[in-house]
């Protein structure tokens, strides 16, 4: 296990494997809303296939970095590399081009549609007028073939979406995003609010996504159980820096918690002294 604390600002170092593997990483991310400095810098790196988990406190920054690396947001300063190139994303639809989805927390589903229109709805737009161009046989057809293909059961392809469990639209959400090809899926708490059924749908998904198809992931999430099932690798973001960079393999739950904790007590004793001088 890495802890980073004591070098603010410095690239994490390899946990392991070929550096050549990298698909997406980030340099120096920092973000300030008005008075809150939202990241600090945030060095990141994600490997080919490679599932990693974000984990921190509430406020940590996490949902924020998310939301720079799919361009939903643009960071003040620091850089973001695709495949070694860096990029410059001024739109999701940018960072969709460079083959980077997210499922949002609302998922952006549409309720009133069924789960093959939704599949094949498209993203720009909401209703129905631009679902025209593929036959419907057609869509219902190639959206059980992909459904299948990751191995997502859907009671029924014709439903509509608002009648699934929220595991099931959590499935179609993610289904949607990867079926055109992403190569790099970002899922800020994708298990929250879900019963241990719901999840299991969700992380075998996940898995499959990267095992069998080479889907990069950064998933967050606040559940560490979860996160081990999950994940490949954590890292520990805490007021806006990532602080533990770490294999699942090379770390325990307890071993993460002792940690948070005593990071939690290096920056009240740090703050105390601040206050102090
Ligand atoms: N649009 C915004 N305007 C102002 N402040 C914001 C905005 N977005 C985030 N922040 C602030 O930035 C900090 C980081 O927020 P962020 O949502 O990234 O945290 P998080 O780690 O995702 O937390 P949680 O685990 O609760 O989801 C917080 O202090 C938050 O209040
Ligand atoms: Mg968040």
Same mark, same amino acid.
């Given at each position: 296990?890495?802890?980073?604390?004591?070098?603010?600002?410095?690239?994490?170092?390899?946990?392991?494997?070929?550096?050549?593997?990298?698909?997406?990483?980030?340099?120096?991310?920092?973000?300030?809303?008005?008075?809150?400095?939202?990241?600090?810098?945030?060095?990141?790196?994600?490997?080919?296939?490679?599932?990693?988990?974000?984990?921190?406190?509430?406020?940590?920054?996490?949902?924020?970095?998310?939301?720079?690396?799919?361009?939903?947001?643009?960071?003040?300063?620091?850089?973001?590399?695709?495949?070694?190139?860096?990029?410059?994303?001024?739109?999701?639809?940018?960072?969709?081009?460079?083959?980077?989805?997210?499922?949002?927390?609302?998922?952006?589903?549409?309720?009133?549609?069924?789960?093959?229109?939704?599949?094949?709805?498209?993203?720009?737009?909401?209703?129905?007028?631009?679902?025209?161009?593929?036959?419907?046989?057609?869509?219902? /057809? !190639?959206?059980?073939?992909?459904?299948?293909?990751?191995? &997502?059961?859907?009671?029924?392809? $014709?439903?509509? =979406? %608002?009648? *699934?469990?929220?595991?099931?639209?959590?499935?179609?959400?993610?289904?949607?995003?990867?079926?055109?090809?992403?190569?790099?899926?970002?899922?800020?708490?994708?298990?929250?609010?879900?019963?241990?059924?719901?999840?299991?749908?969700?992380?075998?998904?996940?898995?499959?996504?990267?095992?069998?198809?080479?889907?990069?992931?950064?998933?967050?999430?606040?559940?560490?159980?979860?996160?081990?099932?999950?994940?490949? /690798? !954590?890292?520990?973001?805490?007021?806006?820096?990532?602080? &533990?960079?770490?294999?699942?393999? $090379?770390?325990? =739950? %307890?071993? *993460?918690?002792?940690?948070?904790?005593?990071?939690?007590?290096?920056?009240?004793?740090?703050?105390?002294?601040?206050?102090?001088?």
């Amino acid at each position: 296990m890495t802890t980073t604390s004591d070098s603010p600002g410095a690239t994490p170092p390899a946990a392991d494997g070929d550096a050549e593997d990298i698909i997406l990483s980030t340099e120096g991310i920092t973000k300030r809303f008005g008075a809150v400095v939202a990241l600090r810098g945030v060095d990141m790196h994600l490997r080919r296939g490679e599932v990693l988990g974000l984990v921190g406190d509430n406020g940590a920054g996490k949902s924020t970095f998310v939301k720079i690396v799919t361009g939903f947001q643009r960071q003040d300063a620091g850089r973001i590399f695709v495949e070694r190139e860096e990029v410059n994303f001024h739109s999701v639809t940018d960072a969709r081009r460079a083959g980077i989805e997210t499922v949002y927390q609302d998922l952006a589903l549409v309720p009133q549609l069924t789960v093959y229109e939704n599949l094949f709805l498209n993203r720009e737009l909401t209703g129905l007028g631009r679902l025209g161009w593929l036959s419907r046989p057609k869509m219902r /057809r !190639l959206a059980t073939e992909y459904l299948h293909d990751i191995r &997502v059961s859907v009671p029924d392809i $014709d439903a509509e =979406v %608002e009648l *699934l469990s929220g595991g099931q639209r959590q499935a179609i959400a993610v289904a949607r995003a990867t079926r055109q090809n992403a190569k790099i899926l970002l899922l800020d708490e994708p298990l929250a609010a879900m019963g241990a059924k719901e999840s299991t749908l969700i992380i075998d998904l996940v898995k499959d996504l990267s095992k069998n198809r080479g889907v990069s992931m950064i998933v967050i999430d606040h559940n560490y159980t979860h996160l081990f099932e999950l994940c490949d /690798r !954590l890292n520990v973001i805490q007021q806006g820096r990532v602080t &533990v960079d770490t294999r699942v393999a $090379d770390t325990s =739950v %307890e071993d *993460l918690t002792e940690l948070m904790v005593a990071e939690y007590r290096r920056q009240v004793r740090e703050g105390q002294a601040l206050l102090q001088a």
